[in-house]
């Protein structure tokens, strides 16, 4: 790829990263406040997946700000997986611990429209950002792309599991839903957690070449 085409692409993830953390943004804010005030610890394990989204967008921002620092390219990568990694085994701790204290306690959510709307709104978004992300980490052989693409991906799989959730609260009254729900999400979200700090183990392993596999 010649110098001209890689910074277009670079341009267009940067595009990409500004609307993934202002997406974000507004989805972690309505997925924290209305899980907060139904009590649902998937909608609120949502909406912090979301705030660490804008972290990786924020991260994946600087990451291609110093492209084209072909010399530390391959270190720019490792700490921008590192840091992806860590953020889901952060979110995967949370989500647990208030899953399993939800169950224990008994702690019926109340029914959240706010939650359904998002999630339903979520599952549409999602799938498209994250093509268009593997497109531009697939031309820049970005890790560190990849792996963004991958947690907007594990995005629209925890929109599944909290409308399903959700749902099944609402109409049949299955309080355990939610908190299950966010137990399927902790193992989603910790197993990619620990690909992305293995993988960056893989990359600390790759020559001073200017992309990581």
Excluded at 172 to 177: D, S
């Amino acid at each position: 790829m010649s110098g001209r085409t890689r910074e277009i692409v670079v341009k267009r993830g940067k595009r990409l990263e500004y609307f993934t953390i202002a997406w974000n943004s507004l989805e972690g804010l309505v997925a924290v406040i209305a899980g907060a005030i139904a009590g649902s610890i998937s909608l609120v394990g949502f909406g912090v997946d979301s705030f660490i989204e804008v972290i990786s967008g924020a991260t994946l921002l600087w990451r291609m700000s110093v492209d084209a620092d072909e010399q530390n390219r391959a270190w720019n990568e490792r700490l921008s997986t590192r840091i992806v990694g860590v953020c889901f085994l952060a979110l995967a701790v949370y989500v647990a611990y208030e899953s399993v204290f939800d169950l224990i306690d008994r702690k019926a959510p109340e029914h959240s429209l706010a939650g359904i709307m998002l999630a339903c709104v979520s599952l549409v978004v999602m799938p498209i950002l994250s093509r268009a992300k593997k497109r531009v980490g697939s031309e820049l052989g970005s890790a560190a792309m990849r792996a963004d693409a991958k947690q907007t991906d594990f995005c629209v799989y925890l929109s599944a599991i909290l409308l399903a959730g959700l749902l099944l609260n609402a109409a049949l009254g299955w309080w355990w839903a939610d908190p299950l729900a966010g137990l399927v999400m902790t193992a989603i979200i910790a197993k990619e957690g620990v690909q992305s700090v293995k993988g960056e183990a893989c990359c600390a392993k790759t020559s001073a070449a200017s992309t990581c596999p």
